[in-house]
């Protein structure tokens, strides 16, 4: 290979679905690893005891996502769902421009608090970034990462959010994402700036 050649790289998305248990990120990146993977973004969480893993890799060309997905399964119990797909060759999509802002509501589990929170949301062109719902007291708390466009009144949809979440009997917060941080961590101020 001369110095103008660079070898071919293949980019996957690989997404893993199975039964929680110790050492399951340590199984899936390790066959990874041993097809001379390089993991790039990944996302892993527990959702009611079942782990659900997202990530991209990084492959010499010669290895095929099947090659992948059969090496993960086979580390994974049976029933364990393993999908590994190839990456298109578009350049990432930039972040969306606009406020970073975190939105949190709290009240009794109802069928369709969910698509009430994110209709409203995607009604104001706002993108959820990331989502988390858990149980707090016999109360659910939902908290979501989310962008606010550059363009939009940020203190109008604040005022419509916490008056649209009231009529749902819900108590509700839209505010910028260090304002957050700085009312909800542990620590010294000077740390999160």
Not at 31 to 44: P, W
Not at 106 to 112: A, I, Q, S
Not at 144 to 166: G, H, K, N, Y
Request: net charge negative.
């Amino acid at each position: 290979m001369t110095h103008s050649e660079q070898p071919v790289v293949q980019r996957f998305i690989t997404s893993v679905f199975t039964v929680d248990r110790v050492g399951l990120l340590r199984d899936v990146t390790q066959a990874v690893f041993s097809l001379d993977g390089n993991i790039g973004s990944i996302r892993q969480s527990v959702v009611d005891g079942f782990f659900t893993l997202v990530f991209t890799s990084d492959h010499p060309g010669q290895v095929a996502p099947d090659a992948v997905r059969s090496l993960i399964a086979a580390s994974l119990d049976a029933g364990s769902v393993v999908t590994v797909m190839e990456c298109p060759d578009a350049p990432r999509a930039a972040a969306q421009e606009g406020l970073r802002c975190v939105v949190t509501t709290r009240g009794e589990d109802r069928p369709g608090t969910i698509f009430a929170i994110t209709s409203f949301l995607v009604g104001h062109g706002v993108n959820i970034e990331d989502w988390v719902v858990e149980e707090d007291g016999g109360q659910v708390v939902y908290i979501a990462q989310i962008v606010i466009p550059e363009s939009a009144d940020f203190t109008l949809i604040q005022e419509r959010f916490r008056a649209a979440m009231a009529e749902r009997s819900l108590a509700a917060l839209l505010c910028h994402e260090n304002i957050f941080r700085a009312t909800n961590e542990i620590g010294p101020i000077k740390a999160l700036l």
